[in-house]
């Protein structure tokens, strides 16, 4: 007992073990204590090994909700920035209600990115600092992920480089806090494409992980994906050509009528 203390490598019910097996002369006994302090170990090993996977798991499922919100911050507002005819873009361009909405979900869409991008303590679930703690001798170390495919995702990372800053400046210049010098980032160069290729590489690193980590699927995706039924620019616009030509058409006849 008087090997155990708090920094010891050894638990308590191993010392006690130990201590026993030191002071017996029987070859079967210390076999047999010799297996329980293995076997005691063992479950030491599992039961951290257990713990260490559901705290994966739950910061995991932090990282999924923050790119699901994403996601579907992107699925809108691409939608609503790239209409698909000249008559929804002509109905986008003129509709305050249009053009603030694509703004408020790009607007989030960047809050988001930027949570998973930043590597800062203050963004408790960046990409960067979670990878780190997946490396071998780290937080996550002993749960056996190929180092080799952290160094590249981290070298594809580095090439989003670009992408990464502008909406890192783009969130904390103009979005979350108001600078003085932020009119030098409100005309940002930063397009849908570079924003997908940053979300699939993001979507492609969670997945492998659960995958790899946890033996499960994770279904990665907006919770409403828009396809060619999504029709709201389409039905809107036809709205109001119709009333507009009902209003034009009502004036003509009563123009005639009074002739």
């Known amino acids: 007992p008087t090997m155990y203390n708090q920094n010891c490598a050894f638990s308590k019910i191993e010392c006690f073990l130990i201590f026993i097996l030191l002071n017996l002369s029987n070859k079967n006994c210390k076999k047999q204590i010799t297996t329980l302090v293995i076997q005691n170990r063992w479950q030491q090993y599992d039961m951290k090994k257990n713990n260490l996977s559901n705290e994966l798991k739950k910061e995991l499922n932090s990282i999924w909700n ?39 979900y790009w607007r989030n869409l960047i809050i988001e990115l930027a949570k998973l991008t930043t590597d800062s303590n203050n963004q408790s679930f960046n990409i960067f600092k979670f990878l780190r703690k997946l490396k071998k001798n780290q937080y ?9 495919k952290i160094e590249n995702w981290e070298i594809l990372l580095d090439k989003k480089e670009k992408t990464i800053v502008e909406i890192i400046n783009l969130r904390n210049k ?56 999504f029709k709201i620019l389409s039905i809107l616009a036809k709205e109001k050509e119709e009333r507009i030509n009902k209003i034009v058409n009502g ?9």
């Open 66 to 104: 923050i790119l699901t919100m994403a996601l579907q911050c992107y699925e809108y507002s691409s939608y609503l920035y790239s209409p698909r005819t000249e008559s929804e873009q002509n109905f986008a361009n003129k509709s305050f209600f249009v053009d603030f909405t694509r703004h408020i």
């Open 174 to 229: 103009i979005y979350s806090h108001t600078d003085r010098d932020k009119e030098q980032y409100s005309n940002s160069d930063l397009t849908f494409n570079e924003i997908k290729e940053l979300l699939d590489l993001l979507k492609s690193i969670i997945k492998t992980v659960f995958s790899d980590l946890l033996d499960t699927h994770a279904e990665i995706r907006p919770l409403h994906s828009i396809n060619d039924k």
């Open 251 to 259: 004036f003509i006849e009563n123009s005639n009528i009074k002739k």
């Open 140 to 148: 996550f170390g002993e749960l056996g992920l190929d180092d080799n």
